[in-house]
């Protein structure tokens, strides 16, 4: 199935959410993370591929010293302040 998937069973995901939720609420957070790690370690082992998921904040991929020199342009740099004035 394509990650644009729809559900074939609405029965059984709100199931699943409402066991993840029971966990949450009688277990606890730890509890509910580490059942959820054993199941994504269990789809792994499955063959079943996943996103992460993980939003990071801007990575520069260039390093600073391989950064290309913009050349100085001071009749810019006049114009721009300037500009802010």
Same mark, same amino acid.
């Given at each position: %199935?394509?990650?644009?998937? /729809?559900?074939?069973?609405? &029965? $059984? @995901?709100? $199931?699943?959410?409402?066991?993840? +939720?029971? &966990?949450?609420? /009688?277990?606890?957070?730890?509890?509910?993370? /580490?059942l959820?790690?054993?199941?994504?370690?269990?789809?792994?082992?499955?063959?079943?591929?996943? @996103?992460?998921? &993980?939003? @990071?904040? /801007?990575?520069?991929?260039?390093?600073?010293? +391989? $950064? +290309?020199?913009?050349?100085e342009?001071?009749? %810019? =740099?006049?114009?721009?302040?300037? =500009?802010?004035?």
């Amino acid at each position: %199935m394509s990650k644009k998937s /729809y559900d074939i069973d609405p &029965v $059984e @995901t709100q $199931e699943w959410l409402d066991a993840l +939720a029971s &966990v949450t609420q /009688y277990a606890g957070t730890d509890r509910a993370r /580490y059942l959820l790690d054993k199941i994504s370690a269990q789809a792994h082992t499955l063959g079943i591929s996943q @996103t992460t998921g &993980v939003n @990071t904040a /801007y990575l520069n991929t260039i390093p600073k010293g +391989a $950064e +290309a020199q913009i050349p100085e342009d001071h009749g %810019m =740099f006049r114009l721009i302040g300037a =500009f802010i004035r």
